[in-house]
């Protein structure tokens, strides 16, 4: 299968590739999806096979608007409503109880379902233009850091997917963050685009899963299947410091190996000349570290690091979700030296 890179201006033929059962790159806020026609169990399969995927791993269905809710989640609790209204589109995902039309081959049995109404232009055009809700997981191959511009989803789905719509970088470059509302204490099960404290915001107490901050044992059941895998992983393994931005630079330091990889932030770059240094943004600028943290955990493939060290933001605002990526792709091998500042 040749992949086709598609501009701006060929929504209606990535919408027509959705219709006719085919999987497209769509680009989002958050990372970019692959995306099928959601109503199509045929169509969904083809996703697990193009990325590898689990089959055990649901995916998530998007909407181009929060009156699509009703059509396939039952029994919505009135804090979906308020979310909607306050965050989509937006990087939101849901989990609601799900209707008999939602495929099993989406949720994979499960009774729920996650939805989320994707704040970027094109997505919605395109989910509009197919007229049917999009299953799209991100656009990566299972395990490695989620894309977030078409050249990275390319790398991966060059020859398995049928087109990928081209629409630049993505401004949040972190995947949404997604709350299960079916429990009666609403549970954050991935931090993610939209800050916890937005959500708590909303809905006052949120309760945060385990997986989120833990490696769960090996008898232990995600309540978000997708957490129970090693994730984000570039080849080398790596290594988490967390702590003041000073000392957690100076440990990296002084633990430097011959082909040791950094990831630090932009104020301690020049400590590392001579490594191959990734550098996610300024300390204080967590917007930008979580722009460039896929971006940066996939450069060092093409490198012959063997082993990458990560600085680590404090956990206020969007440096939950980058901390957690990169805890995540570290298989939560921590250096704990402290607190961070925020
Ligand atoms: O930002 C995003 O959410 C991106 C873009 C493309 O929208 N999508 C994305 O999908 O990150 P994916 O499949 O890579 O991650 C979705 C996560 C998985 O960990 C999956 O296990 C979990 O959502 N999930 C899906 N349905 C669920 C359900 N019914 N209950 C609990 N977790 C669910
Ligand atoms: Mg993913």
Same mark, same amino acid.
């Given at each position: 299968?040749?992949?086709?890179l ?7 033929? &990535? ?8 999987l497209?790159?769509?680009?989002t ?11 199509? *169990? ?5 996703i ?9 791993? *649901? ?15 039952? #029994?919505? *609790?009135?804090?979906?409503c +308020?979310?909607?209204?306050? /965050? ?12 008999? #039309? ?10 729920? %379902? ?7 232009? !094109? &997505? ?15 656009? #990566? ?7 977030t ?11 398995r ?33 939209? *800050? ?11 309760? %945060?899963?385990?997986? /989120? ?27 988490? /410091? ?13 633990? !430097? ?28 600028d967590k917007?930008?570290?979580a722009?460039? %943290?896929?971006e ?5 493939d ?8 990560a ?9 939950? +979700?980058?901390?957690?990526? !990169?805890?995540? +792709?570290?298989?939560?091998? %921590? ?8």
């Amino acid at each position: 299968m040749k992949t086709r890179l598609l501009t701006a201006n060929e929504i209606d033929t &990535a919408a027509g590739i959705l219709r006719s059962g085919g999987l497209v790159g769509i680009p989002t806020e958050t990372v970019y999806g692959l995306g099928a026609n959601g109503l199509d *169990p045929a169509a969904v399969g083809r996703i697990f096979t193009a990325k590898g995927r689990p089959q055990d791993n *649901p995916l998530i269905l998007h909407i181009p608007d929060a009156s699509w809710l009703d059509r396939y989640c039952r #029994n919505i *609790p009135p804090a979906a409503c +308020a979310l909607a209204e306050a /965050v989509w589109p937006g990087p939101l995902t849901m989990i609601l109880q799900r209707r008999e #039309n939602v495929p099993n081959a989406v949720t994979c049995g499960l009774g729920t %379902v996650g939805i989320r109404c994707p704040g970027h232009p !094109l &997505a919605l055009a395109v989910i509009r233009a197919a007229g049917l809700p999009v299953a799209a997981p991100s656009g #990566n191959l299972s395990g490695r850091p989620s894309p977030t511009c078409a050249r990275h989803m390319l790398e991966d789905m060059d020859g398995r997917i049928d087109a990928i719509l081209d629409g630049g970088s993505c401004g949040v470059g972190v995947e949404s963050t997604i709350v299960d509302l079916t429990p009666p204490v609403p549970r954050l099960l991935r931090p993610g685009g939209l *800050p916890l404290e937005r959500l708590q915001a909303v809905l006052g107490e949120v309760a %945060v899963d385990r997986a /989120v901050t833990a490696q769960l044992g090996s008898g232990e059941k995600p309540r978000a299947p997708g957490m129970k895998y090693r994730h984000y992983a570039p080849k080398a393994p790596v290594v988490v /410091v967390t702590g003041e931005s000073l000392r957690t630079a100076r440990y990296i330091r002084r633990n !430097l190996g011959q082909r040791t990889g950094v990831i630090c932030f932009d104020e301690y770059a020049p400590l590392f000349s001579g490594c191959t240094v990734e550098a996610i943004g300024p300390v204080s600028d967590k917007a930008r570290q979580a722009r460039r %943290v896929f971006e940066a955990l996939r450069a060092f493939d093409s490198t012959d690091v063997d082993a990458i060290y990560a600085q680590c933001p404090g956990s206020g605002g969007l440096g939950f +979700a980058v901390a957690n990526r !990169l805890k995540k +792709a570290a298989g939560f091998q %921590v250096v704990d030296l402290g607190e961070a500042e925020e």
